[in-house]
């Protein structure tokens, strides 16, 4: 008797504490593909090719891993944006262009690693109705997700093939790493602006005092 009590018990912790909403569909989630994007971003922004300013570029992406997913489309647009702000113009075919830029990847992916002193959740089979997970109790515990990038351009003479520069191999670096002791939680990241890390956490931020009159001496003007 004083088993099964013990084991309701510890269902009915497990059911009280764990609760997981996954409101994403695609893939990736949000964080994931901001990490990602974010080591696109800093590897992107070292692109800085010896080529005549004002150049007419192609960017040939066909050795560029095209699977489907956002974070190679992304890569794509950073390294053309790069190539814009440097003062050249993309153009959309090779014979329209006086250089073309055969793009190469590296990494494009997401590493992770996890630390936790403490008892993990323990999926626990309950008949009839499936599994249930039990409470995560943590003393220390550490997430960390490193986004990384790795990209080489090879520019070269559109009309005559002769190389023009290679760029690269370039490495961008992202990270999202979160830490908790005994319930007290931070993080470090650079995949969001500071201002908008509150809401990257699901928290809005305060909205801005108003400055509109309330009450009855408040008084239209035109």
Not at 73 to 95: F, K, M, N, P, T
Not at 110 to 135: K, Y
Not at 140 to 151: E, H, I, Q, S
Request: glycine share 8%; hydrophobic share 40%; with cysteine.
């Amino acid at each position: 008797m004083l088993k099964q009590c013990s084991a309701l018990a510890l269902v009915a912790l497990a059911v009280a504490g764990c609760t997981t909403v996954r409101e994403t569909q695609p893939t990736q989630t949000a964080r994931e593909q901001l990490i990602m994007s974010s080591a696109a971003d800093y590897a992107s922004a070292q692109i800085h090719p010896n080529v005549p300013r004002g150049n007419a570029i192609f960017v040939d992406g066909s050795n560029f891993p095209s699977d489907a997913e956002y974070r190679s489309s992304y890569a794509v647009a950073a390294i053309q944006a790069q190539l814009l702000s440097d003062g050249y113009r993309l153009v959309g075919s090779a014979d329209q262009a006086d250089t073309i830029a055969r793009l190469g990847s590296g990494a494009l992916s997401i590493n992770q690693s996890d630390t936790l002193f403490g008892i993990p959740s323990i999926p626990i089979p309950i008949p009839l109705t499936g599994t249930v997970q039990t409470p995560e109790l943590a003393l220390y515990k550490k997430a960390r997700r490193t986004g990384v990038a790795k990209l080489l351009i090879s520019f070269y003479n559109a009309k005559s093939g002769d190389l023009q520069d290679v760029v690269g191999p370039l490495y961008g670096f992202s990270h999202d790493n979160r830490a908790s002791i005994l319930g007290v939680s931070w993080r470090h990241q650079n995949i969001v602006p500071a201002a908008d890390q509150a809401e990257l956490g699901g928290r809005m931020p305060k909205p801005a005092p108003s400055t509109t009159p309330v009450g009855g001496d408040a008084r239209s003007t035109r």
